[in-house]
């Protein structure tokens, strides 16, 4: 079996796409389901007070080419590596890619990360990061019912 792989990164988004943030999203989350079924990638994208926070889980060289293509995106900037390494299951095997927003009011996701109601992004450790999406796929599984999705 190829070595499975996990990655977090965090990016600034363009100031220009965050007027239009909610569709700019379903298109990056649109194309990101169709290629990453086809790359055996599973992950989520928060967004979250002008930042991306996403993580891609799967074969290594999927992991590793399609961080390379995203990074280069011009819809965000600065993306930082905040984790990667080798991991030994899935822990977002629910969606190909799936989107969802946090408000700087949604405080018991921020206190996951112990962030006392402020979200600063170059303060996110490999743990915070992994308590913050985990948190969120939690949230994303028994809410998925009943809030419409950016996901399909
Ligand atoms: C924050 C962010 C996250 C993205 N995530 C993915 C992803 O998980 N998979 C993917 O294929 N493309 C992702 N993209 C889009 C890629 O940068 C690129 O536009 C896309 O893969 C091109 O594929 P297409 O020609 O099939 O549209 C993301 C872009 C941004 C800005």
């Known amino acids: 079996m190829r070595q499975l792989y996990r990655l977090y990164y965090r990016s600034s ?21 169709r290629n990453n079924k086809d790359d055996g990638l599973t992950g ?8 991306f926070l996403q993580t891609l889980e799967g074969p290594v060289d999927s992991v590793r080419n399609t961080y390379a293509r995203i990074s280069c995106d011009r819809r965000h900037r600065d993306p930082h590596i905040i984790f990667q390494g080798p991991v030994e299951k899935r822990l977002f095997s629910d969606w190909n ?19 006392k109601g402020k979200f600063n992004p170059a303060s996110l450790t490999p743990q915070s990061v992994h308590d913050l999406l985990t948190a969120v796929a939690k949230i994303q599984r028994r809410t998925a019912l009943d809030t419409p999705l950016t996901a399909i």
């Open 13 to 33: 988004q363009t100031p220009s796409i965050v007027s239009d943030l909610d569709s700019v999203v379903q298109q990056i989350v649109k194309s990101s389901i």
């Open 97 to 115: 890619m799936c989107a969802r927003s946090l408000a700087p009011t949604d405080k018991a996701i921020l206190d996951v990360i112990n962030a």
């Open 44 to 51: 989520l994208l928060l967004t979250i007070q002008g930042c």
